[in-house]
Nanobody, 121 residues
Framework: QVQLVESGGGLVQAGGSLRLSCAAS????????MGWFRQAPGKEREFVAA??????????YYSDSVKGRFTISRDNAKNTVYLQMNSLKPEDTAVYYC????????????WGQGTQVTVSS
């Protein structure tokens, strides 16, 4: 069983920055593919960013809507994944969820409870 706890959400003005954190339980965190997703009111949940390790190399992936503004990173010693969000826009307003793919890289099998990010114009 893996538990994920997000933090760092809040209210920020357009153009501002926030850093989300997701603390994970589990003894093999370094082997998990970790992702961030978001869901805005009335919309479906969408992919934001993901990061996975292959040996000593880390690979990151981003949706087109956040590429160049958001950065995903991880600290395996702290069992934590981060999402640095810069140049925030009102359309980034959503509940942000952390997810872990612990068995198959294409399947996220654990999810956090979400943290609200609100960007005012």
């Amino acid at each position: 069983q893996v538990q994920l706890v997000e933090s760092g959400g809040g209210l920020v003005q357009a153009g501002g920055s926030l850093r989300l954190s997701c603390a994970a339980s589990g003894r093999t965190f370094g082997s998990y593919k970790m992702g961030w997703f978001r869901q805005a009111p009335g919309k479906e949940r969408e992919f934001v960013a993901a990061i996975r390790n292959s040996g000593s190399t880390s690979y990151s992936y981003y949706s087109d809507s956040v590429k160049g503004r958001f950065t995903i990173s991880r600290d395996n010693a702290k069992n934590t994944v981060y999402l640095q969000m810069n140049s925030l826009k009102p359309e980034d307003t959503a509940v942000y969820y952390c997810a872990a793919a612990t068995v198959l890289v294409g399947t996220y099998d654990y999810w956090g409870q979400g943290t609200q990010v609100t960007v005012s114009s």
